[in-house]
T-cell receptor, first 112, second 110 residues
Framework: DGGITQSPKYLFRKEGQNVTLSCEQN?????MYWYRQDPGQGLRLIYY???????QKGDIAEGYSVSREKKESFPLTVTSAQKNPTAFYLC???????????FGPGTRLTVL | AQSVSQHNHHVILSEAASLELGCNYS??????LFWYVQYPGQHLQLLLKYFSGDPLVKGIKGFEAEFIKSKFSFNLRKPSVQWSDTAEYFC????????FGSGTKLNVKP
């Protein structure tokens, strides 16, 4: 069953703690993406990666970090430097950069 | 800078009404254009896409979109909406980096 897995579905953290969101795909896609979805603001790109061991900042990368050590995995760390981390986070992948994207179910992060 | 604008943030229609959602983009090069849909409680999924060729593209569930290069537009249309079309719709440019519009929430009244 091919697709994109994001875990957990809901995540709660205390202010000041770093938290890592998981994203795994078994579609053999080269490109992966992280978005933040807030009401009325659409999807805003945090980071994207076109190939293993390479990634680029998106529009709102401040306070976030990523790694791409394996083709199938693209974890996102929300650091304590992110001023407003409570949001819905979506991971996506595509065969290569610029292609149709396939989305995961998302992780809703709440920072208390 | 690249951008995607969706003009309607919230649209309410009755069943069988016609739908047109506006999308304009700002980008200097060749673009791939997409419409994605997010049904309540479901993943974002592709509705239709334009890469090249016929500027009128057809997607799933009777949706279509027309690419008008001179107007930098890629509007989404459906002749007759159903209650099951209630969802949020996003226009996107898959240049690198990709850009999404702010979304349009469509509410179809039965």
């Amino acid at each position: 069953d091919g697709g994109i897995t994001q875990s957990p579905k809901y995540l709660f953290r205390k202010e000041g703690q770093n938290v890592t969101l998981s994203c795994e795909q078994n579609l053999n896609h080269d490109a992966m993406y992280w978005y933040r979805q807030d009401p009325g603001q659409g999807l805003r790109l945090i980071y994207y990666s076109q190939i293993v061991n390479d990634f680029q900042k998106g529009d709102i990368a401040e306070g976030y970090s990523v790694s791409r050590e394996k083709k199938e995995s693209f974890p996102l760390t929300v650091t304590s430097a992110q001023k407003n981390p409570t949001a819905f986070y979506l991971c996506a992948s595509s065969i290569k950069g610029g292609d149709e994207q396939f989305f995961g179910p998302g992780t809703r992060l709440t920072v208390l | 800078a690249q951008s995607v604008s969706q003009h309607n943030h919230h649209v309410i229609l009755s069943e069988a009404a016609s739908l047109e959602l506006g999308c304009n983009y700002s980008y200097g090069g060749t673009v791939n254009l997409f419409w994605y849909v997010q049904y309540p409680g479901q993943h974002l999924q592709l509705l239709l896409k334009y890469f090249s060729g016929d500027p009128l593209v057809k997607g799933i569930k009777g949706f279509e979109a027309e690419f008008i290069k001179s107007k930098f537009s890629f509007n989404l249309r459906k002749p007759s909406v159903q209650w099951s079309d209630t969802a949020e719709y996003f226009c996107a440019v898959n240049a690198l980096p990709p850009q999404f519009g702010s979304g349009t929430k469509l509410n179809v009244k039965p």
